[in-house]
Structure formats: structure tokens, C-alpha cells
């Protein structure tokens, strides 16, 4: 069985990523690749992975549930191992899923890199938008499906970085960015307030309970972020919330990845900041709750970035651009509605 339909174009070579990993080659002698696992399969893996759902996987992949659990079996079975805890109530990765998923979703973004690389899109209805790997996870791609269905005649090519000064490195339409003070050599508009606040999965707070009180946070594993970037720390979120910080003996898990941070949550492996917009289907769908009702509102904000053009921009670009605004004020952002385009 193919998941490809021809007429899908791998989810327009999914979504047409291009991810920001840098690979270095140390003189690599031609050999055989192995061992490849199940590529079909991969494929599936990493759309039920990122759904943790195999109906909204088969919906995205235009194949039936049934044949999505055969190619995550087929791909179990040949590694040996459950990426998938199959509960009643919910689906979630195990640790080897979670970390396999990081690998797997990396590898597909390079992957159609590549193939953007060799097709070399151009022309006036091709829109290149950069964003962070957490805001094209949880938000973006998300919503992606609703502009596919508006504009099928728009190529939209998304390039993820994780660093805003990657953003100047790169040639784009739209960027969306969380940052404190936006680049001056930019168009800026901005989109959402930072709103930050704990949360953890339901099954972590019923085994601990203290932790709906503020006070207690700290008895619970910290889930912690390590970049270099402008995001709220735990020792920042305490701080400016006004509660002690946490004592040296508070248990944590350090990870470099957001999404990654998300997803340890979703296993019940302790407490994760999260930030509001990018978590909000996880909240809504219940798998992840938050434990206490203290919130941050920090002066950073989300932020729609363009360059600063004398001429018009493409009529792509317009229609992502009405679209996107659109969105954010059916979402409450700080911005009703989108600004008129200059004739």
C-alpha cells in the first residue's frame, strides 16, 4: 500500500518544508543506506506522531484509519519496539516513539528540502513564510489545511528555524516570530501577547495533586527548555509571577527542543511551560492541563515580520497575508482585522 497518492504530491512534499539542520559530511564512501526502515510507513508514523490521533493521520494522508494502525504495526514490528501507548481515552508516544518521532520528523523536513531545492519553485503565487519548529508544529501546520482549501493554487513553502537571527539569513515573504523588541529593518505587526502558564497531563496531576497549589510547583519535575533564545525559563516564570524560585534539589528534565518539551509533558513526565496559542489544541482536546491559574504576560509578543519592499507584494503573498490576519482576530490577537493594502 502507497500513502502517496500522486494526486496529493506527498502532501505537496509535506507541506513543502524546508528545515534549518545544518549536516556536515566527513568523507562518507558510497555505501548502501541500511537499515531503512519501512518508508511508507515513516510517513504514516510521523503524521499520527504529530496528531497523536490515526483518524486525523488517515484524514491528512487520504487513507482509512485501518490502513495507518497497519503501517505503524508494520513499523513496530520491525523495529521491535511500541512507539505508541494505545490507551482508551488517548494516544501517545512512548519514550522510544517521542524520541524516534524527533528523528523521523527532522529527516522528512530535510527530505522536501531537498526536493523544494531541485524543484526550484518560483513565480507570483509561491509564499515563503519562517517561523520557529514549535510554531509550525502546534500552529501553523495545524491550520494549514483551512488556507489549502482556500488557495489549492498557492505553494506554500515553510522554512523553520529556531533563531531570529536565522531569519536574516534566509529569503521570505512572512515570518512569525515571538521576540521582545522586533527587528527595525522590518515590517512589523503584531499578532498575540506572550501569555505563559504551567501545564501537564491529567495523569501527572491526579498522581500529584500539591500541585494545583503555586506554592508546589517545584515538587513536581520541571520540564526546562535549554536554548539560547528569548524564551521564559521556569527561574524567569517564578520570578516575575512572584513566587520563590526553585530550590536546587527541584527535580527537572532539561530538553533543547520544544516540541520535544510538549511532548514529555503529553507523557506525564512532570510540568512544561506553555504558551498560549501554541498549545491551545492540546488544551482544548484535554491532554494537557493546567494545574494552577497563574498566568505571565510577558512585553514580548508574536509577530508577523516582512520585509521592507517598494513594490507591491506578490498576490500570494496577499491572499496568506488577508488570511493570517483573518485568523488571528478569530482568535483574539491584538489585531482585529488586517490592515488595507497600499495601491
Wanted: charged share 20%; glycine share 4%; net charge negative.
Amino acid at each position: 500500500m502507497s500513502l502517496n497518492r500522486p494526486e496529493r504530491k506527498f502532501q505537496r512534499a509535506r507541506y513543502r518544508l524546508v528545515a534549518g539542520f545544518s549536516f556536515i559530511c566527513l568523507g562518507v564512501k558510497a555505501m548502501r543506506i541500511k537499515p531503512l526502515p519501512p518508508l511508507n510507513s515513516l510517513v504514516a508514523f510521523e503524521a499520527a506522531a504529530r496528531h497523536l490521533s490515526f483518524t486525523r493521520a488517515a484524514d491528512e494522508l487520504s487513507v482509512t484509519q485501518g490502513a495507518i494502525s497497519r503501517q505503524i504495526r508494520h513499523l513496530e514490528d520491525y523495529l521491535g519496539r511500541n512507539l505508541f501507548i494505545r490507551d482508551k481515552r488517548a494516544l501517545s508516544l512512548t519514550t522510544t516513539g517521542a524520541e524516534y518521532y524527533d528523528s523521523v520528523q527532522q529527516s522528512l523536513l530535510l527530505l522536501a528540502g531537498a526536493t523544494g531545492d531541485i524543484l526550484q519553485w518560483q513565480g507570483d503565487q509561491q509564499v515563503t513564510v519562517v517561523t520557529t519548529n514549535a510554531m509550525a508544529s502546534f500552529w501553523l501546520l495545524p491550520r494549514y489545511g483551512e488556507f489549502q482549501e482556500l488557495h489549492p493554487e498557492i505553494d506554500l513553502r515553510i522554512l523553520a528555524v529556531d533563531s531570529l537571527r536565522d531569519v536574516r539569513q534566509s529569503e521570505f515573504d512572512i515570518a512569525l516570530f515571538y521576540c521582545r523588541t522586533p527587528p527595525q529593518d522590518l515590517q512589523v505587526t503584531p499578532l498575540f501577547s506572550e501569555t505563559v502558564f504551567p501545564v501537564c497531563s491529567p495523569a501527572y496531576l491526579e498522581k500529584n495533586p500539591q500541585l494545583r497549589d503555586p506554592e508546589n510547583l517545584t515538587q513536581g519535575t520541571l520540564l526546562s527548555l535549554e536554548v539560547n533564545e528569548e524564551w521564559v525559563s521556569w527561574t524567569d516564570w517564578f520570578r516575575e509571577s512572584g513566587l520563590p524560585a526553585p530550590p536546587d534539589s527541584t527535580r527537572r528534565l532539561n530538553i533543547n527542543n520544544y516540541p520535544l518539551v510538549i511532548q514529555s509533558a503529553l507523557n506525564g513526565q512532570g510540568l512544561a511551560l506553555a504558551w498560549a496559542n501554541l498549545v491551545d489544541d492540546y488544551l482544548n482536546s484535554g491532554l494537557l492541563v493546567p494545574p494552577v491559574d497563574t498566568t505571565l504576560i510577558t512585553k514580548s509578543q508574536f509577530y508577523m515580520l516582512e520585509p521592507d519592499q517598494q513594490q507591491r507584494p506578490k498576490s500570494g503573498v496577499e491572499c496568506f497575508r488577508r488570511w493570517l490576519m483573518s485568523l488571528v482576530a478569530q482568535e483574539g490577537g491584538l489585531n482585529t482585522a488586517a490592515p488595507a493594502q497600499d495601491d
